[in-house]
């Protein structure tokens, strides 16, 4: 998977960013408001960084210069309510590969970012998990297998067949026989909370994430062997 870093310091905005980009199948390697984003960065490595400029501790285009210094080949996008033509040309002189104006709409950040991708030659790294349902356990890549209970892999699985859009709550609660009712939805919620905590105990990822508007996504690719042996 390709990996993104977000440097915004509006929550919001940034949990919004991020599911998006989750579900085009990116990477969030790291959420920050810019602070101590040097050690941040040496400590999750990405491909590209989404930088905001309007930052509380220091100002967008100085991290954008150090970035640039020293890592040359990360691909910087701006995103900044500055919309004048000497903030663009600020914002390009001082290190960023593309330059966008809030509010972004996600279809010209999703062109942006392919294009980065192709100038840069980013190459894309498969780290596929795999649910294996009859077995009621979920295999990292590169890990023990983690045992599930029936209800979660029933809802995961519904969760990789939706993949990489995000599963509804409506449908996650018709998967799980119920009525979606407050009720049985305040349920499902309490159930994939606790998924969330396990796979984040035995990988330290956190990997299921929760839109209002849109319902749950699983943030890595995955597939699904329903197969009993």
Aim: one cysteine or more; hydrophobic letters at 40%; a neutral charge.
């Amino acid at each position: 998977m390709i990996r993104i870093g977000l440097i915004e310091d509006n929550i919001e905005y940034r949990d919004n960013l991020a599911f998006f980009l989750r579900r085009e199948g990116f990477d969030i390697a790291f959420e920050s408001d810019g602070h101590e984003i040097d050690p941040t960065l040496a400590q999750h490595p990405c491909d590209l960084i989404l930088l905001d400029l309007g930052l509380p501790d220091e100002d967008g285009l100085s991290i954008a210069r150090r970035l640039r210094e020293q890592r040359p080949a990360l691909g910087i996008v701006m995103l900044t309510a500055r919309s004048s033509l000497d903030d663009r040309l600020n914002g390009m002189r001082d290190g960023a590969d593309a330059y966008l104006v809030k509010p972004v709409d996600f279809r010209e950040l999703m062109g942006v970012l392919k294009s980065l991708i192709r100038r840069l030659d980013i190459r894309e790294q498969s780290a596929t998990w795999l649910l294996q349902a009859p077995k009621l356990q979920l295999v990292p890549p590169d890990g023990s297998p983690i045992k599930l209970t029936g209800r979660e892999a029933k809802l995961l699985g519904h969760m990789v067949r939706t993949h990489p859009k995000a599963a509804s709550r409506q449908t996650l609660a018709e998967s799980d026989n119920a009525v979606a009712g407050p009720q049985e939805l305040r349920s499902i919620e309490v159930a994939l909370s606790r998924l969330r905590k396990k796979i984040q105990d035995a990988t330290g990822q956190q990997l299921i994430f929760a839109s209002r508007s849109e319902g749950y996504l699983f943030g890595a690719p995955i597939r699904l062997d329903d197969k009993a042996s």
